[in-house]
T-cell receptor, first 114, second 113 residues
Framework: AQSVTQLDSQVPVFEEAPVELRCNYS??????LFWYVQYPNQGLQLLLK??????LVKGINGFEAEFNKSQTSFHLRKPSVHISDTAEYFC????????????FGQGTELSVKP | DAGVIQSPRHEVTEMGQEVTLRCKPI?????LFWYRQTMMRGLELLIY????????DSGMPEDRFSAKMPNASFSTLKIQPSEPRDSAVYFC???????????FGAGTRLSVL
């Protein structure tokens, strides 16, 4: 079975600083990987996804993530954050041919301070 | 497209009452998912459907929970009888094909007193 570990439950950072949100997964088979963002009182929306191909994936709002198969990681990065990036971020994994059954990490609360 | 529509947005009920949550997925999306989000357990998949057929309900916590999808444009999640520990935010999501991007509704915040 797959599992996802988000290594930081909270990440405080100052505006315009870089940020990295860490995600490790475990799976004995190939997987698809996703990062979702949840703003307060809203549903989740996709930031970016890795299905295959280039290991560096670019998403919306200036975020990017790198798939590292040997380290089983999929860390999310942004070179300069804005106040509006304050939200909860979820890493998720699904197996090929599993009908899209997503397994989510526990979430990382990103708090951007002025 | 209006996206995934969930109703109601908020529900407050008393223990023992029946609760029905509703979801209208995006037209043409053949997979529908129900999730529950709590502080303690995070986001949990409860059940998902493909072409209106339940595929995996292993996440449904107990027999008090049931879900139906009578047609491609409507699904319900019912809790009967409700208990305080069912208090959570319930999300519906859909996708076109399995393993693809899931689109989430805004959620229903359920409070069982």
């Amino acid at each position: 079975a797959q599992s996802v570990t988000q290594l930081d439950s909270q990440v405080p950072v100052f505006e315009e600083a870089p940020v990295e949100l860490r995600c490790n997964y475990s799976s004995s088979v190939s997987v698809y990987l996703f990062w979702y963002v949840q703003y307060p009182n809203q549903g989740l929306q996709l930031l970016l996804k890795y299905l295959s191909g280039s290991t560096l994936v670019k998403g919306i709002n200036g975020f990017e993530a790198e798939f590292n198969k040997s380290q089983t990681s999929f860390h999310l990065r942004k070179p300069s954050v804005h106040i509006s990036d304050t939200a909860e971020y979820f890493c998720a994994v699904t197996r090929y041919n599993q009908g899209g059954k997503l397994i989510f990490g526990q979430g990382t609360e990103l708090s951007v301070k002025p | 497209d209006a996206g995934v529509i969930q109703s109601p947005r908020h529900e407050v009920t008393e223990m023992g009452q029946e609760v029905t949550l509703r979801c209208k997925p995006i037209s043409g999306h053949d997979y529908l998912f129900w999730y529950r989000q709590t502080m303690m357990r995070g986001l949990e998949l409860l059940i998902y459907f493909n072409n209106n057929v339940p595929i995996d309900d292993s996440g449904m916590p107990e027999d008090r929970f049931s879900a139906k999808m009578p047609n491609a444009s409507f699904s319900t999640l019912k809790i009967q009888p409700s208990e305080p520990r069912d208090s959570a935010v319930y999300f519906c999501a859909c996708s076109r094909g399995g393993g693809n991007i899931q689109y989430f509704g805004a959620g229903t915040r359920l409070s069982v007193l």
